[in-house]
């Protein structure tokens, strides 16, 4: 599974990291600072157009950068603060709260391939509980860190297949059930996406398998039925073909 993480790379040329002779400034001033509604040209190429504080950025305003990403809503002593919206010139775009100029909270973020997350960031990266909608079509509803998801989750494909269960940097790990669009049901360990550990799987076939998995296959002794209600006993796997069946 494709790595999702958001890092938030914005970063704002603020008044205070100039000296007068790098900015043009137009509004109103206090004391011979911005202060109040006014209107910065950095010689960078920035722009910003708002509200100042103590020749800072500081209540509601617009900074457009030389980049061409483009940053509305609200900020405080300089930062990015409250709620406020990110655009970057390749399209993607951040909705949602700000701390201390960085991605924290509830939000919103479209990705330019037409990924779709909604949910709880901090630091810039998707953190907390969020859906995440694939442009393929699969859909992850859980828990995220660090940008990943990690954690429980709910993942669902177009084809109706659902798996439920845990999560690490964005592969199943730990316990899961995967109900497969073909009938097939796994309940048990994985490790980097594939079936390894203990767990029992139901055919499509309604035979079953109860035992070790290695690396997504069948691969030991366990035990195996048939058919649904029909008796069990013991046989033996290797990486995914029966080489054994001894009935009790």
Not at 109 to 124: I, Q, T
Not at 196 to 221: C, L, M, P, R, V
Not at 225 to 238: N, Q, W
């Amino acid at each position: 599974m494709k790595n999702i993480i958001f890092i938030f790379s914005a970063v704002l040329c603020l008044v205070s990291c100039h000296d007068q002779s790098d900015y043009t400034y137009q509004g109103e001033t206090l004391n011979g600072k911005p202060n109040g509604q006014g209107t910065m040209f950095a010689k960078n190429g920035d722009i910003y157009v708002g509200h100042f504080k103590d020749a800072k950025f500081d209540g509601l305003g617009e900074i457009t950068f030389i980049s061409k990403d483009r940053y509305t809503g609200s900020f405080s002593d300089g930062l990015f603060s409250g709620k406020g919206v990110y655009i970057w010139a390749n399209g993607e775009q951040y909705s949602g709260d700000f701390v201390l100029g960085k991605a924290a909270g509830h939000g919103s973020f479209k990705y330019r391939n037409g990924d779709f997350y909604e949910g709880e960031f901090l630091n810039d990266k998707k953190s907390g509980e969020g859906e995440l909608k694939f442009a393929e079509g699969h859909n992850y509803k859980g828990h995220f860190l660090n940008g990943k998801m990690n954690g429980n989750g709910i993942l669902r494909w177009p084809s109706g297949a659902v798996y439920i269960g845990e999560f690490k940097d964005d592969l199943r790990n730990g316990f899961g059930h995967l109900s497969a669009a073909n009938g097939e049901d796994y309940q048990g360990e994985y490790l980097n996406e594939k079936k390894h550990g203990h767990g029992k799987i139901i055919w499509s076939n309604g035979s079953t398998y109860e035992g070790t998995f290695n690396q997504g296959f069948a691969d030991g002794i366990g035990i195996c039925a048939d058919a649904k209600d029909t008796p069990v006993y013991s046989c033996e796997y290797r990486k995914g073909k029966r080489v054994e069946a001894r009935p009790q």
